[in-house]
């Protein structure tokens, strides 16, 4: 069966070069490119046959990808897949994906799917997943319309997280193929140091989000008891960590306000 689909790429100053790389492989595999660019001002310019929409303004990865979803969505296609903007794939990755959605789809209640990260690829059918991370991920549409889409004023950080765990109070699983493969750069590179030992965390204000939507978690519906204790012992291990890090003053000051504005509720993007 033929099915239509939608490749939604959130951009923030991205380079031209990876993307334009990227796009060429990505346009002929599905039935529209949508480019949500968040850049302040924006960035990407005009690509034949793919719809950009410039924003001017960070609005955060949730809102941009919700902005994607909903135009496939109102447009009627069948599936939508999510991409960060140095995302790489092979020429037929989406067609994989799709027929590896299809293969399970009568198995199994697929909320999203995505493929093996950076790793070898293998042959053994679906790994079921507590979350699926949005790069690369697919999502039937119909998911979107029985779960909702995700919270834009999470902004960024476990936004791909709270919508697979809301996903499963509706009754739909997330799941890994094993036999599709994505290489992606998870995170950021620029790590600081700690007894002269990278350690691979986030900028502070990343550490801002991080920390606020953690305390999010403990106090949403979507997230089970075993989860929320789980977030729980993250904050009581990782903030003293995040706090010996360079810069110090600056990160202790966005985890304070993390968990401030986590604790009354304060979302979107970050504001002193």
Known sequence: MNSTSAAIIV?????????DEFIEVLLPQVTQVLIIDN?????????PGVEVIRLNDNIGIAA?????????IDRGYDFVFTFDQDSRIASTFCRDM??????YEQQY????LGPVINQQSQNK?????????????????QAFKDVGLFKSEWFIDMIDVEWSYRARTKGLLSFESTRVLMHHNIGENDYPRLFNREVRIGSPVRQYYLVRNW???????????????????LLLKKIPLFALLAPRKTRIKFIIQGLLDGIMGKGGKYSS
């Open 64 to 72: 941009a990808q919700n902005i994607g979803v909903q135009k496939a």
């Open 11 to 19: 951009t923030y100053n991205p380079d031209i070069t990876i993307l």
């Open 39 to 47: 850049s302040e001002p924006a960035k990407v310019l005009d690509y």
């Open 215 to 233: 305390i999010f978690s403990l106090k949403s519906e979507s997230f089970t008891t075993k989860y929320k204790f789980y977030v729980l012992t």
């Open 109 to 112: 209640p697929i909320a999203c």
């Open 98 to 103: 799709i027929e590896e959605y299809q293969c």
């Open 125 to 141: 059918g679906l790994i079921e997943k507590d979350f699926i991370i949005s790069s690369g991920a697919l999502f039937p549409l």
